[in-house]
């Protein structure tokens, strides 16, 4: 199958770049670019990406704004793709943002060709892109000095089990699957099937999501991860 991307980012040179080297791998297809978020919701609406890598800043329409646009359409637009945030810097007031409003991950644009690569085709199988490293620390921070939702998002952790909590809580603290089961000392399947449980019971789309939740809930609190 083959996944369907644009590339939306104010410098011609990246998108030219991004693009050469994706349309190379036989299983990706550049299908659109776009020089500001503004062009990027339009053509990401006519084109249907599978993924859409999204600059942090650009004129017009940054973004943010574009990944909310994409990520919450208007009743009638069916579909909607995963957005993969491309940054400057390891840590972007973006990108918690971001994150926030339903994008699956983000990237630093100085990131290796094969990183880049594989980011798109984890984000288009409906994985989430955090890299522990910088994850950590960056949503520690801004979850720190973001107001708590109107709705506490303590109470919806009352539908887990317990076991389905640790799993969260371990999400949130920048573990791969393969880390929990070993942590657990159960089957890497076991550990999909209790993160696909708890994504369910809390209506979070993707990994990303789970991590926010867990900040925002107080299961992990800023700083202890």
């Given amino acids: 199958m083959t996944i369907r991307v644009i ?5 011609a040179m990246v998108r030219a770049g991004f693009a050469a080297l994706l349309s190379a791998q036989a299983d990706i297809d550049v299908v659109g670019e776009a020089p500001d978020g503004r062009a990027g919701v339009e053509i ?3 084109t249907h990406p599978d993924v859409v890598l999204m600059d942090v800043r650009m004129p017009e329409m940054d973004g943010l704004a574009a ?3 994409i990520l919450r359409p ?3 637009v069916i579909h909607v793709p995963k957005v993969l945030m491309l940054t400057t810097f390891d840590v972007d007031d973006y990108v918690y943002e971001a994150l926030r409003a339903g994008a699956s991950g983000f990237l630093l644009k100085d990131a290796p060709p094969a990183d880049l690569i594989g980011a798109v085709r984890v984000v288009a199988a ?3 892109l955090l890299a522990p490293s910088v994850t950590r620390r960056l949503i520690a921070d801004f979850a720190a000095q973001r107001p708590a939702p109107r709705k506490d998002p303590s109470l919806r952790l009352k539908g887990l089990t317990p076991r389905e909590t640790e799993v969260l809580e371990l999400i949130a603290r920048g573990l791969s699957n393969q880390e929990i089961a070993a942590g657990l000392v159960v089957a890497e399947q076991t550990v999909k099937t209790h993160i696909g449980r708890v994504l369910a019971k809390l209506d979070l789309r993707d990994r990303a999501q789970a991590v926010i939740f867990a900040y925002e809930s107080g299961l992990v609190r800023p700083g202890s991860a």
């Fill in 126 to 128: 409906g994985e989430a």
């Fill in 44 to 46: 990401a609406r006519s």
């Fill in 7 to 11: 590339i939306v980012d104010d410098q």
């Fill in 74 to 76: 208007p009743i009638g």
């Fill in 67 to 69: 990944a909310r646009e």
